[in-house]
Each structure stands twice: as C-alpha cells, then as structure tokens.
C-alpha cells in the first residue's frame, strides 16, 4: 500500500429491497460508495451527513460502524484510501447532485460484471457486508 492517504467516510445506503446505492463522480468509471472527505473539525457522522446531503440531497437519519477498511484508491492514482464505513439509514429522495454524475442500485451479493467497482467496495466492504447477512 502507499505512504500517501485519503482518509474518509462513506455510507452503505441499501433500499427496501436490500440493494445498495453506488455513485460514479464526474469524469470516473468506477462506482463506489457515497461519502468523502472530512473538513477541518468534523467527525466521522458530521462529515458523513453533509456529504450526503451535498451529494445526493438526503438527510442521515441514522448510522452505525461497519468497519474501517483500506485498500488501493480507485481515482487517485499512488494513493490509498482509508475508509470508516457505515450502515446508514437516509431520508429524502436521492438524486445525483453536485460530482456525482451517475447513480446505481446493485445487489451486494451479486454485483453486476460489467459495471467497474471500487477495490475498496470488492475487496473489504462486500465482504464484511455480507458476513452480517
């Protein structure tokens, strides 16, 4: 892994029928969770509420740790990510807004083949995701 670190929040938003929400930003081909990074004094959940609200124009109702991951940055070329991730509950019609260009809806146990995915979201959050089912 690099020495070089973004650090983190995002959300685990899944729909009556147990998919789970993936966004593709702006001028990218990979899906992955919604969140981003923390501003100067934020906690993890302040952070993670107004990404959310900027991003996809939803409110956080509730959230709860799924766990702390990392692996290889998806966009950032020679960076790793570090993600605290969390099984939220959101309110609000979501739609794609502010980097956000494309929203998905996938079934976490069976993640369509053609639709490019973040590392961190194969290989550390589907699994962990999974183990609670």
Do not use: H, Q
């Amino acid at each position: 892994m690099s020495d070089r670190v973004l650090d983190i929040v995002t959300a685990v938003i899944r729909d009556e029928a147990g998919r789970m929400l993936l966004v593709r930003k702006r001028g990218t081909a990979i899906f992955m969770k919604p969140g981003g990074k923390r501003d100067p004094g934020e906690d993890d959940l302040t952070a993670l509420a107004r990404e959310l609200d900027e991003e996809l124009g939803c409110r956080l109702v509730s959230a709860s740790l799924l766990g702390r991951f990392s692996a290889l940055a998806a966009n950032e070329a020679g960076f790793t990510v570090r993600s605290a991730t969390y099984l939220t509950e959101v309110e609000g019609e979501i739609a794609a807004r502010a980097e956000i260009e494309e929203l998905a809806w996938i079934d976490p146990a069976s993640p369509p083949a053609g639709l490019p995915l973040a590392p961190l979201l194969t290989k550390e959050v589907l699994p962990a995701l999974l183990a609670r089912a």
